[in-house]
Each structure stands twice: as C-alpha cells, then as structure tokens.
C-alpha cells in the first residue's frame, strides 16, 4: 500500500513557476514509479512526466515543451514537478501516482493522490 499526497498547487500569473510536490509513504514507497497527470476541467487526464527510483524519467515533451522538470528525492520519498513558464492551458488538477512500471498510460497506475489545484491567470 502506497499513500500519495500533493502540494504547492495554486494561483499563478502567465509565465510563472510553481513547485509541486508528491510526498509518498508505505513500506514500498522506494520500489514504486512515480507519474504527474493533469486533469483540466472538460478533458481527460493526461500525462505529464513520471521517473523512477534511479532516476529515470519519462516526460509528454510536446506538451509540455521542456517547461516541465520532474525530479525525485529518495530520501525524503518525495517526488517533485517544477513547472516553469506557465500559460493559462496548464490550468488543471494536477495528481501523482505510483506505478510498478515505467508508464505514460493512466491505467497503468495503482495508487494515486487526491490532486492539488493549479490556476495560471493570464
């Protein structure tokens, strides 16, 4: 069992940056992929970015156009996205999630956060 907690949602003018941050807890925690999707309101949820426990990473380049860096700190079991150059588009629910696998899909993912809030104004 994995519990997955968001931060640092919030309000954020065009072109800003925000840190989000995915405090994990269990037993597993180390052993488990963890996945950024975000969910706008009237769309599906998409990928983001997601990284293993050595660091490999996985990212939706093109959507994200290399605004979006993911990084991961063992130690803390704490996963974080900054997001840097922020438009109105990337307003949406933002969620972490674990995954036994590195993956891009949803579906993929066993356990997920309750979300954190992200408004970009313009």
């Known amino acids: 069992q994995v519990q997955l907690v968001e931060s640092g949602g919030g309000l954020v003018q065009a072109g800003g940056s925000l840190r989000l941050s995915c405090a994990g807890s269990?037993?597993?925690?180390?052993?488990?992929?963890i996945g950024w999707f975000r969910q706008a309101p009237g769309k599906e949820r998409e990928f983001v970015a997601a990284i293993t426990w050595s660091g490999t990473r996985a990212s939706d380049a093109d959507s994200m156009q290399g605004r979006f860096t993911i990084s991961r700190d063992n130690a803390k079991n704490t996963v974080y996205l900054q997001m840097s150059s922020l438009k109105p588009e990337d307003t949406a629910v933002y969620y972490c999630a674990a995954a036994r696998y590195l993956a891009t899909l949803q579906y993929d993912y066993t356990y997920w956060g309750q979300g954190t809030q992200v408004t970009v104004s313009s």
């Open positions: 269990g037993r597993t925690f180390s052993s488990y992929v």
